[in-house]
C-alpha cells in the first residue's frame, strides 16, 4: 500500500509507521529520521539542514523533496508509508505530481488525530534510542531493561520552547493539507488517543476498508 501518515508531533506518526513495517512490510519513509541521520554524521545535507532542524522549523520544501522521492523510488513505488511527508503545500502538490508520473497513487493519508495537550504531555516525556532511533514513552513503553540507559536521550527539538514552535508550525503550515486530502478523498481520520496497540488496530481496521484489490 502506499501510505501517508499524517497529525502534528506526537501524535504517535513514527511509532506507528514503524509497525506498519515490522506488521505488514510497508517500507517506513521518514524525512525526520533521514535528516536527524544526516546532523549525525555531519553530511552536506546535515549541515544546511541543522538549524531548521533543531529549532523545529521546517526544511526548505526542495530539500525534503528530493529526500522524499529518492526514498520512494529506493523503495520501487508500490509499499511505503510516508512519515513527516508531506508538511507544506507545495511539497503535497509535488508528491501528487511524482506519484500520478509513476502511476502509483496514494491509497490513503492516515490523519491521527490527538488533542494539544496530550501531544504536549507524550513530547515532554518521548525519548528516543541515539543508535537505533526506537522511540520510547518514559512512562507509557519505557526502554527495556537490557537497554543501556546512557543511549536513550531526550531529541532536542522536544524541549518545551521548541515543541511550541513546532506545534505552531504545524498549525500554520501542515494541519491546512488535511483539507488538501480530504478534497481528494485520501483522507482517513482516527483517533490517536489510547495505547499503540489500540491505535494500530484502528489504523488497521480502516486500511482493511481503503485497501487495493489484489
Ligand atoms: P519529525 O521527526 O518528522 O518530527 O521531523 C523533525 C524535523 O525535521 C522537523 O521539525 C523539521 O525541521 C524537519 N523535517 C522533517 N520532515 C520535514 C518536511 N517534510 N518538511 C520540512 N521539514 C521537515
Keep these: 500500500m502506499r501510505l501517508v501518515i499524517f497529525g502534528p508531533p506526537g501524535a504517535g506518526k513514527g511509532t506507528q509507521a514503524r509497525l506498519l513495517e515490522?506488521?505488514?512490510?510497508?517500507?517506513?519513509?521518514?524525512?525526520?529520521?533521514?535528516?536527524?541521520?544526516?546532523?549525525?554524521?555531519?553530511?552536506?545535507?546535515?549541515?544546511?539542514?541543522?538549524?531548521?532542524?533543531?529549532?523545529?522549523e521546517l526544511v526548505p520544501d526542495e530539500l525534503v523533496r528530493k529526500?522524499?522521492?529518492?526514498?520512494?523510488?529506493?523503495?520501487?513505488?508500490?509499499?511505503?508509508?510516508?512519515?513527516?511527508?508531506?508538511?507544506?503545500q507545495q511539497q503535497a502538490e509535488w508528491l501528487t505530481k511524482f506519484l500520478e508520473e509513476h502511476e502509483a497513487p496514494l491509497d490513503a493519508v492516515v490523519s491521527l488525530e490527538v488533542p494539544d495537550e496530550v501531544l504536549v504531555r507524550r513530547l515532554s516525556r518521548r525519548r528516543i534510542h541515539d543508535?537505533?532511533?526506537?522511540?520510547?514513552?518514559?512512562?507509557h513503553?519505557?526502554?527495556?531493561?537490557?537497554?543501556?540507559?546512557?543511549?536513550i536521550v531526550q531529541r532536542s527539538d522536544d524541549e518545551p520552547e521548541?515543541?511550541?514552535?513546532?506545534?505552531?508550525?504545524?498549525?500554520?503550515?501542515?494541519e491546512p493539507l488535511a483539507s488538501y486530502y480530504e478534497r481528494?478523498?485520501?483522507l482517513v481520520s482516527v483517533d490517536g488517543v489510547g495505547n499503540i496497540e489500540e491505535v494500530f488496530q484502528r489504523i488497521e481496521r480502516v486500511l482493511g476498508a481503503s485497501e487495493r484489490p489484489a
Excluded at 67 to 88: C, K, M, N, S
Design 22 to 56: 515490522e506488521r505488514r512490510g510497508i517500507t517506513q519513509i521518514s524525512t525526520g529520521d533521514i535528516l536527524r541521520a544526516a546532523l549525525e554524521e555531519e553530511t552536506p545535507l546535515g549541515q544546511k539542514a541543522k538549524s531548521y532542524v533543531e529549532s523545529g
Design 67 to 88: 529526500l522524499a522521492e529518492q526514498a520512494i523510488a529506493d523503495e520501487g513505488y508500490d509499499d511505503f508509508v510516508l512519515d513527516g511527508y508531506p508538511r507544506t
Design 131 to 139: 543508535e537505533t532511533g526506537e522511540t520510547y514513552h518514559l512512562d
Design 141 to 151: 513503553n519505557p526502554p527495556p531493561d537490557d537497554v543501556d540507559p546512557d543511549l
Design 162 to 174: 521548541t515543541v511550541r514552535n513546532r506545534l505552531a508550525v504545524y498549525r500554520e503550515e501542515t
Design 184 to 186: 481528494q478523498d485520501a
